[in-house]
């Protein structure tokens, strides 16, 4: 059953938008690093990157409207020129400022600095961390990755993150390694907690778990290792309609790295932009509009439906 | 020649069902309810299911409660050491055997 109608036999059907609280902006698909599990394929060759007109626009929205939170993706969003005006700037209006970063790119050439500017910024860090040992770490983000992970954790905590301070919260992601869905939040999150901490003195606010999308590198493997009917079964068999009231697409609002406007980071990878009624591109942005818009889904939704949601 | 086993069939299960119905819910109803956390969490009942499935050699439940298992946060260490339990008291279960050859063997001899 496609996801559109699966809503619709619920009564579901559309998801409707609930105001707009984020602005997420994807710097570019450029990376350090070439995950397995990355849904728009980024990596060191990727091109796609959001020049400064784009930037500037973001800018320009976030000062006219009453968006409270700018989350910034790539990629590695910090490989934009124009990330950290773009951090310096929202923080000077005011704005919550998130970032989503793979840990290993406070080890590239120019970006040292990075835990400091983070820190003197007060940027909410979302840190991508598949498990709390190296083995299932790197066989997801390569040979290496969870090392200077670790080690740019133990940097961000001597700068107060993750350890209680206000205007320092340092969160973690868990992909699952593979085929199957995460485990339930609460428990993994205690064993992350108490693993790191005892093995590395590593501490965190929050682990976030997210189910692996069927897009990009992901789906790549799920097609060549027949897991993918499998894998969509899977999600289809563990649709929960509760996750509905709170999938992150209902206040948030994604502009890709070329301006275009989708109701999240998953329909950029895809190209599944807004509804054609809507105002498409950050230059036309416009808030009534698109807070109450009609929320544009497809079958890779059942991700952030399946058992207890991905946050 | 096809295999006997077909990874697919594991999703068709319920089809036993179609025959006596009646005893399918039953065994539906218990499966499931054993597998609810108790004074065992799910992590654990899902690795004793493991446990039980290489006992059994049953390549069904060997897939289903391997996905139970990574789905839990377990990954090939556990599993492994789960696969050597079980695969040890199995042994241990024909080995104690060898207690009845010994006791056969000394009241048939001189």
Same mark, same amino acid.
């Given at each position: 059953m496609t996801f559109r109608d699966k809503l619709i036999s619920i009564g579901e059907y559309p998801v409707i938008a609930k105001g707009i609280r984020v602005l997420q902006a994807n710097l570019g698909f450029g990376c350090n690093m070439a995950c397995r599990h990355c849904h728009i394929r980024g &990596?060191?060759?990727? $091109?796609q990157r959001m020049d400064r007109a784009t930037a500037r626009a973001v800018q320009k929205v976030l000062c006219e409207y009453d968006i409270p939170i700018l989350d910034l993706t790539g990629g590695a969003p910090e490989l934009n020129p124009c990330f950290r005006d773009l951090v310096t700037e929202a923080r000077r209006s005011g704005k919550h400022v998130i970032s989503r970063t793979n840990? %290993?790119? #406070? #080890?590239d050439k120019g970006m040292h600095d990075l835990p400091e500017f983070y820190r003197n910024n007060s940027v909410e860090i979302i840190a991508s961390l598949p498990? #709390? %040992?190296a083995g299932p770490a790197d066989r997801v983000r390569g040979d290496g990755a969870f090392e200077k992970s670790i080690e740019a954790l133990r940097i961000l905590n001597s700068l107060?993150? &993750? %350890?209680?301070?206000?205007?320092a919260e340092l969160h973690l992601v868990y992909n699952p390694p593979g085929a199957f869905l995460p485990p339930p939040q609460e428990t993994l999150e205690q064993e992350y907690r108490q693993r790191l901490s005892s093995d590395f003195g590593i501490s965190f606010h929050r682990l976030f778990t997210f189910t692996n999308m069927p897009l990009g590198r992901f789906r790549d493997f799920l097609s060549s290792t027949g897991n993918l009917e499998p894998y969509m079964k899977r999600l289809r068999d563990a649709f929960n309609p509760a996750t509905l009231e709170h999938i992150m697409c209902r206040n948030l609002i994604s502009v890709g790295w070329d301006g275009r406007l989708y109701c999240c980071d998953f329909n950029q990878a895809i190209g599944l932009a807004v509804q054609e009624d809507l105002p498409c591109h950050i230059d036309d942005f416009d808030l009534d509009s698109l807070a109450s818009r009609e929320i544009a889904t497809g079958d890779h939704c059942y991700a952030c439906t399946a058992g207890q949601g991905s946050t | 020649m096809g295999d006997y086993y077909n990874p697919d069939d594991l999703g068709r299960f319920s089809e036993v069902g179609k025959t006596r119905p009646d005893l399918f819910r039953k065994f539906s109803e218990w499966y499931n309810a054993s597998l $609810?956390? &108790?004074?065992?969490s799910r992590r654990e009942k899902v690795l004793i299911g493991l446990a039980v499935a290489h006992a059994l050699q049953c390549p069904y439940c060997i897939d289903s409660f391997t996905q139970g298992c990574l789905e839990e946060g377990m990954h090939m260490d556990h599993i492994t050491e789960a696969v050597h339990v079980a695969s040890a008291v199995r042994g241990g279960a024909s080995l104690v055997h060898g207690i009845q050859a010994r006791n056969c063997a000394e009241r048939l001899s001189l």
């Open positions: &990596g060191p060759r990727a $091109e840990l %290993t790119i #406070f #080890f498990h #709390f %040992t107060g993150y &993750g %350890t209680g301070n206000d205007g | $609810e956390p &108790g004074a065992l």
